[in-house]
């Protein structure tokens, strides 16, 4: 099994999204399967966001990264994605690395009918993270947003563990990450139906 776990917080050790998207990698490769792991940090190694000459292709650098992205997306079988919530959404080197991987006859397609996903026959796990309470707010633009995106590329295999309230105390932040890590998903599911 091909896992790609991707990290976007910038707090380094400090951080929750960190720490329980770690903790569900651990879970998945404690399994006995053979579990083949790529990893990339995108607050430490970030994809530059799409600009003109990111579709134009001219810088051969960028656009040989994009494209291992790209491969390294479609090869793997999970996805472990930390996100925290920054402002309500997802850090901007996330959306970078989204930007990267929905791409137009790559991971989606448009027909007469609408829109179709390629990219499904995935689990994708989402280690979340909010400062505040944000389940079922309007102001969440966080996990919809996610839910979403995956969605359109055709993977409806999408789980949150989620941490929230973090910033409220520390007993209730001991009390979310506590319970976080309770509510791990099941590495016996660990590829998608």
Same mark, same amino acid.
């Given at each position: ?15 929750? !999204?960190?720490?329980?998207? &770690?903790?569900?990698? &651990?879970?998945?490769?404690?399994? #006995? ?18 600009? !003109? ?12 990264? @994009? ?69 079922? !707010?309007? @102001? ?35 009390? @979310?990450?506590? #319970? ?7 590495? &016996?599911? &660990?590829?998608?139906?």
């Amino acid at each position: 099994m091909k896992l790609l776990h991707l990290d976007a917080s910038v707090l380094g050790e400090n951080s929750v !999204s960190r720490q329980l998207s &770690a903790a569900i990698v &651990a879970n998945l490769v404690e399994t #006995g399967q053979n579990v083949d792991v790529s990893y990339r940090d995108l607050d430490h190694n970030p994809i530059p966001h799409l600009r !003109s000459t990111s579709l134009a292709q001219a810088d051969a650098a960028e656009a040989t990264d @994009a494209e291992a992205v790209m491969q390294q997306f479609l090869a793997a079988d999970v996805v472990v994605i930390g996100a925290p919530m920054y402002n309500f959404s997802i850090p901007s080197t996330l959306k970078a690395w989204i930007d990267r991987v929905a791409v137009a006859g790559r991971t989606f397609k448009y027909t007469e009918n609408g829109p179709v996903g390629l990219a499904g026959g995935k689990r994708v796990i989402i280690a979340s993270s909010r400062g505040g309470i944000y389940t079922d !707010s309007p @102001a969440d633009f966080q996990e919809p947003f996610l839910r979403q995106v995956f969605g359109f590329m055709g993977i409806n295999n999408v789980e949150f563990v989620r941490a929230e309230g973090l910033a409220y105390s520390p007993k209730h932040r001991e009390d @979310a990450i506590t #319970g976080a890590l309770a509510s791990l998903p099941s590495a &016996a599911l &660990a590829v998608a139906a």
